[in-house]
């Protein structure tokens, strides 16, 4: 069987949730590195396989998908492995239900709007810019306490079992955890610490860890 193939950067979070759901699955994969920060994502090779310039896309023995949601839910059912969705109806629901939420809400003011300026802004010699880190926190919040509420006592999003909405919400929580905001932020969310700690370690988190250096 050809090994499928992920395109994008190994700090990118999207891309890692893509590689997290192989890593969960037990698949080979190769890597191609897209450095979008350097404007990869715009050349033309790369918007053959992404008409937006986005990451990650994805190829398997000439299938070529990209979204984040339809690459995790094709590597789901497409190979053999645990299953990355919940059986229950309900759990199955609220699975999608927390992948709007960190896709559509949390994302954008966590990673976009603080990790970013926070993080990448000075790497790329800029500066931070703290008027969007500001309006940006209200919102980052009001993320936090939704997926409190969503976890409740359960070890994962959706219920007893890790699923695509748990390896949605890994990357982006790894990197706003490193600002001062997360960690003032997440201080309060005692679900998401003891969801964290039950995540961290696993095999797949540790081995798609990036490095910002």
Known sequence: MTKPIVYGPAYSTYARTAR?????????????????LQGAGKSPEHLARHPFGKVPA?????????????????VNEAFPGPDLEPSDVRERARMTQAIGVIGGYAYPCLITQIFVQRAIMPMLGNASDEAAISQALPQAKTCLEALEKLIDGSPFLAGEKLSRADLLLIPIHDYFSQTPEGQRLLGNAPNLKRWWEGVRSRPSVEKTRPSLG
């Not at 997290?20 to 979008?36: F, N, P």
């Open 20 to 36: 997290l759901a192989l890593e969960e699955k037990g698949v080979d994969y190769d890597l191609v590195e897209v450095d979008i």
């Open 58 to 74: 994805f190829e398997h023995e000439g299938f070529a998908l990209y979204e984040t949601d339809a690459i995790t839910r094709y």
